[in-house]
């Protein structure tokens, strides 16, 4: 059956797509990674810039993802070629889309560890093993829960055999049946936990330390980090926003969606923010405690207030559920591809994937116990795959996507799926063009160790500035030529 005579899957409901998408980019990036960032980096100037780099770079590509998805129709390896051909670009393209399913199937393979940690503790709070003396205390009771593969194994086992029974069953009765319930039920969750930080905690210290910013405080170290993770948290150069996007029905516009899920993912971050951080206020702690933040001090601090252990219920469960809406989506283009492109079914796909999938993520797991000295270049297995993950291919995954749609795909196809007024497709033209390839140009250079400790980020204002002032020369010429001919 050739491509265009298969039938097409497209999300069922008005908000299929949205739910979809924000399910995937709501995740451990928003409840577990933006908090502990937040609170190394110092609070308010940090939040700054990662919203400026979610609204300069990860809105812009984003909206490239979806349209390259949809005009594409289909997995992300062939959505890619399609749209190159299309605009008589090379085959070679398709290594594009290769990358991002490459890296959304390594990100899951670390990704069901960490989500484990969540399943885990959430059984740890209801059978009430969530109680120590202090921050040692706790850090020993995680320290525990690693030690033992078996018990680590067992929760990341749970969550790859969830994540594929969904993945298996297909995109509407499987991913769109899910996320319709548990979207609204992160939001009830996520609200529970806010009105409680305000009756029970130190809300205003929370306020404080995210919003107050002092741009003395900022460092070069610190943007970079904010831009990395702008692509984590909405889930770009992934595979799992071209995949979704093939199912985005036509009539449905981009921009809008596309913003809609930028300001839900944003919201949710800033959301778990206002949750945590008045929490851990109120009790005295650290906020500057690392990855350990969510998994240590918060557990203690909610022990020490009034209806403590059903906030730590209510809260692991909403952790865990926001992990799964994410893990269904780095897998979703594997498992399309190997039913578009090979024929499978989506269930056989779905299993084979999991298979290969749960032998990577058991490496990954075995780096906390059995192979805590298997180690390269000084980095465990689990340590790789986030490094080179969020590190190396999404940072080349977005400027490839940035690069395809801003220059090589034919302007005509490009302006037919975003369908925006000629003014803001000038925006983004210029933004995929010229902002987000220098900025991912100088996080690939910080990540490879090339700028040094002392890069000053005001030299990326610059270079912005001259390039908005290139650009505008070209654009008035191009149009000068454009009446000429015309
Ligand atoms: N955006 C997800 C999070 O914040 C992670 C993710 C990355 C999901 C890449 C899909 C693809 O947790």
Redesign the pocket.
Known sequence: MTASARPQTLWLGRWGFVLAATG???????IW?FPYMTGEYGGGAFVLVYLLCIALIGVPIMMAEIAVGRRGRANPVEAVRRVARESGCRGLWSGLGWMSMIC?FM?LSF?VVVAGWSISYLWKALSGGLQAESVDGMAAIFAANNANPWNLGFWSTLVTIVTMLIVGKGVQAGIERSVRWMMPGLVVMLALMIGYAVVSADFSAGVHFLFDFNVGELTGEAVLAAMGHAF?????A???IIAYGAYLPANQSIVRTTLTVAICDTLVALMAGLAIFPVIFANGMDPASGPGLIFMSLPLAFQAMPFGGVMEVVFFLMLTV??LT?SI??IEATVAWLNQSHGLTRRRAAWGVGIVLWVISTLAMLSFNVGAEWKLAGKHFFDWLDFLTSRLMMPLGGLGMALLTGFFLRRRAIREELAMPSWLFGLWQFAVRYVSPIAIVVVFLDALGWLGTGFDWRWLAAILVVGLAVETGLRKRASRADEAVG
């Open positions: 995937s980019s709501v995740g451990l990036g928003n990674k959304g990100i990704y984590f948290t909405l889930s770009l992934a595979g799992a926001a992990a994410s989506s780095m």
